[in-house]
C-alpha cells in the first residue's frame, strides 16, 4: 500500500507543497493547527491510539522547528514529515476520508512508514525533547 500511496498523484501534490511550507514558518503552524484539528475531528481510539502518538510526534517535531527551538531536522526528514501532514489533512487522498472506517487507512499506513523509516531522527527528537523538559523543570 505504501508504493501506491508514494506514486499517487495526491502524495506528489502534498510533497510539491511541502517545501514552501517548509520554508514559512507561519505555513507550518498553520498545518500544525489542521493536523491537530483532524485528529481531535476523527477521534482515534482502541487500535489506531499509537497511529494519534504518532502523528502528535510529528506535529511536536515541527511544532519545534518551526519556532526555531529544534534545528537537529535534517532538511529532507522536514520536507517528508510536512509532506505526510499535508497528505493527512487533506480530506482527498488515495482512500478519501469520508469513507466509514476505511478511510483513514492509507494515513495510518503512511504515518506508520514515515516514524519508521525516519527512526534516527525521532529516537534524536525524543532525546532532545527529554533534555529539554529536564532543564525546563530543573
Partial sequence: MISQILKSVFFKSAKGKAGRYAKNSTRLFELIKDSVSKLQKVGFKGNLSEFQTNVQLLIRM????????????????LISIVAVLIYFVSPID??????????????????????????????KFGDWEKQAKTINIG
Wanted: glycine share 6%.
Fill in 62 to 77: 515541527v511544532r519545534a522547528y518551526a519556532s526555531g527551538e529544534y534545528r537537529g531536522l535534517p532538511w529532507r526528514s
Fill in 94 to 123: 488515495l482512500i478519501p476520508d469520508f469513507l466509514p472506517f476505511i478511510g483513514v487507512t492509507d494515513d495510518v499506513a503512511l504515518v506508520v512508514w514515515l516514524v519508521k523509516s525516519l527512526s534516527n531522527d525521532v529516537q
